[in-house]
């Protein structure tokens, strides 16, 4: 995979705002019960496709949750598109996937709690 160039990182992080926003406006950073951020945007070296990486937090059925972004990407790319055509040539075509690096994040953090605990012969703390 080549390296990301200076251009890609800023349509990117400019992409990345931007959704943020969008997210709030629409209701769409709390889905059932949970949480849904933006972790990471990455943007082919065209320019004319970014990968936005979704991070969900205590959101009980993940696939509904992503469902419901996929129902109204639509309406995610109109409004992108009415915030950066003036800063890209043509507007991306959106792709939503799921980034589970806090899972697991938290599930290493428990093993290592877990191994802790065993050799010491301690009761694992739930403290973060």
Request: net charge neutral; no cysteine.
């Amino acid at each position: 995979m080549q390296q990301e160039t200076k251009r890609q990182k800023q349509v990117a992080g400019e992409v990345q705002e931007v959704l943020n926003g969008i997210f709030q406006r629409l209701g769409l950073t709390m889905i059932d019960g949970g949480m849904v951020s933006i972790s990471s945007v990455k943007m082919t070296p065209d320019l004319l496709e970014a990968r936005v990486y979704l991070s969900l937090f205590q959101v009980k059925d993940r696939a509904a949750a992503m469902k419901k972004i996929e129902d109204r990407a639509w309406e995610i790319k109109r409004e992108l598109a009415g915030s950066i055509k003036h800063q890209v040539r043509r507007i991306p075509i959106m792709h939503y996937y799921l980034d589970e690096t806090l899972d697991q994040v938290y599930k290493m953090e428990e093993i290592f709690r877990q191994i802790k605990h065993d050799e010491k012969g301690e009761t694992p703390s739930t403290e973060q």
